[in-house]
């Protein structure tokens, strides 16, 4: 079977002193405490050319020669395969034409989240495990809930009580978890979700696992596949992809899809990874604008984007080593910013992200004035989650719906009064 033959070696690895890790549930080094991560062998790719992955459909697991699971034992809801949006508009009103959105609204769960999610959740399965269990902000609990599911594994999903949007909420309660609401914040709840595992009652999917990350790179492959290549290399690479920054894994895993295609030698160029934080939550903003190589936690983070509402991000280390190697960049942008962000994206591309995914376009904006992003440049934003997940934010920032009499002529009188 083709797909068996190109699944990956590999080995987790301490990402800080490099340590092998054995325990497939420790989540951090024994020995150092740094964070994990998954060391590809990427000898059988080298091999391969662009034009090999094209055999299997569009989605996380046309990249599986880059993935450390077995896709014989995948669980999957088809994930990934997102559209790539051209955004003449958009451009134009923020005075980059080369302005592009990737709407990852549109993936099973309606968040980038199942690009992670069918990857921890088949390695899960891999190990056998039969509870699993997340803390989230909304998305990544909507993600695991659903992927549970299809596999038949229990889930129990810690959520910062009262800061979760509706639609995520329903999510993981149509999909059957177990939904913890918990008294505290997103960092208070992960703590809580990792003392679970550390005590072996559930095997924990969030990105301090390193499986997550690794199914998350697929969105960088798509972009550039997407782009398109030429005689047998990716050509058309993005000058910059900008992304929301909150737990600050996934700016990490683009930034590692990156590192295995030029390893690949599939790519010369890496586009400059720049990340935005919302300006009520913004350690990592804060580490980047001050040059520091670590961030400091901040104890109340807040923000109308509710899935960026992180004071203390797991991976923050790991994403400022990824802006600053390729050139990127890391700044904030306001709750206002970000509402007036979502409504230009939805009014000039017909395209509806929820609130921190507009943070990627607030941030496009933003740089573009102050000059640090050309005019010229290509520039990809990231847009991670559906508007529909958070609707309540939605319907306060826009006008409400207007009273009409069932006769023509007062369709016809509000219409020219609200032309
Ligand atoms: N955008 C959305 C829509 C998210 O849900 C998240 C994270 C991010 C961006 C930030 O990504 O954490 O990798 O930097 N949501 C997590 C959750 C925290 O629990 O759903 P990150």
Known sequence: MYEVMIMAAHKVVCWECGAEIEDAYVNLCPKCKGLLTVKMDLTKVQEMKPADLRKTPIGVWRYAPFMPVDPENKVSIQEGGTPL?????????????????????????????????????????????????????????????????????????????????????????????????????????????????????????????????????SVLFEIIDQLNYHNDKFVDIPDRVILPVGNAANIWAVYKACMELKEAGWIDKVPKLTGIQAAGASPVANAFQGGSLDFIAEPNPETVA??????????????????????????????????????????????????????????????????????????????????????????????????????????????????
Not at 107 to 117: A, E, W
Not at 121 to 138: D, Q, Y
Not at 354 to 371: F, T, Y
Not at 375 to 396: F, H, M, R, S, Y
């Open 85 to 217: 949006y051209e955004c003449k508009a958009l451009g134009e009103a923020v005075g980059v034409p080369g302005a592009h959105v990737k709407f990852e609204g549109l993936n099973p769960t309606g968040s980038f989240k199942d690009r992670g999610m069918t990857m921890g959740v088949s390695h899960a399965k891999e190990l056998g495990a039969t509870v699993v269990g997340c803390a989230s902000t909304g998305n990544t609990s909507a993600a695991l809930a659903a992927y549970a599911s299809k596999a038949g594994m229990q889930c129990a999903v810690f959520l910062p009580s009262g800061k979760v949007a509706m639609g995520k909420l329903a999510q993981a309660l149509f999909f059957g978890a177990k939904v913890l609401s918990v008294d505290g914040n997103f960092d208070d709840a992960l703590a809580l979700a990792r003392k679970m595992h550390d005590e072996k009652k559930l095997y924990l999917l969030n990105s301090i696992n390193p499986y997550r990350p690794e199914g998350q790179k």
């Open 306 to 419: 509710t899935a960026i509402r992180i004071g203390n991000p797991i991976s923050g280390k790991k994403a400022l080593k990824a802006m600053y190697d390729t050139g990127g960049y890391c700044t904030t942008v306001t709750d206002a910013e970000i509402i007036e962000a979502q409504l230009l994206l939805g009014r000039t591309e017909g395209v509806c992200v929820e609130p921190a995914s507009a943070a990627s376009v607030a941030g496009l904006k933003k740089l573009r004035a102050e000059g640090i992003i050309d005019k010229d440049e290509k520039v990809v934003c990231i847009c991670t989650g559906n508007g529909l997940k958070d609707p309540d934010t939605i319907l306060a920032n826009v006008p409400q719906p207007i009273p009409c009499r069932n006769e023509v002529a007062d369709v016809e009188r509000i219409l020219k009064e609200t032309a």
